[in-house]
């Protein structure tokens, strides 16, 4: 498998499930500025949540910021996770790269709208998601899309080094 961003070239990831797709973004091109990486993952393929977060990892070195980039690999498990976990269908994952800073998309084909909850301490590790995206990401949001929504958050390129 390969991973594909603009201006990047493709780079090795590794072991791969069988489930995980390089795409291209639909009709939102990445600029001269801009680097994309896209992923398409199969429906409950659990396994594709480390291999998204190395993918991220390998994907941001360019930018810089060690500690953003540790937090935006958090926040992608997280969405991606609640994407396989809550849906039972594909999940499509967009990294996009610019000048202002880092945007995650995950989109799912479910139109239920999550929302951030504080779980109860019988809860495991489970519910904590959302809130933690809430807690770390500069911005982060829900919108339609089509069948399905999308779930996305930004980290600005300030922050600690």
């Known amino acids: 498998m390969t991973r594909q961003s603009r201006g990047g070239g493709p780079g ?25 990486l896209r992923r398409r993952l199969g429906r ?6 480390s291999e998204v977060r190395s993918a991220l990892r390998e994907f941001l070195r360019r930018w810089g910021k060690p500690a953003r980039a540790d937090i935006a690999e958090l926040l992608t498990s997280e969405l991606v996770t609640n994407a396989l976990v809550h849906t039972d269908h594909d999940a499509i994952v967009t990294a996009t790269l610019g000048p202002r800073g880092l945007r995650v998309e995950v989109r799912d084909f479910v139109g239920r709208r999550p ?6 301490a019988d809860s495991g590790t489970n519910g904590r998601g959302l809130v933690l995206v809430q807690s770390l990401a500069d911005a982060w949001g829900v919108r339609a899309h089509g ?12 922050g600690m080094a």
């Open 44 to 49: 409950a393929d659990l396994a594709a949540v």
């Open 12 to 36: 090795g990831i590794g072991a791969s499930s069988p489930n995980v797709r390089d795409e291209f973004a639909e009709g939102a091109q990445p600029g001269p500025d801009r680097v994309q």
């Open 115 to 120: 929302e951030p909850r504080v779980p109860d």
């Open 147 to 158: 069948v399905g929504k999308v779930v996305w958050f930004e980290l600005n390129g300030g």
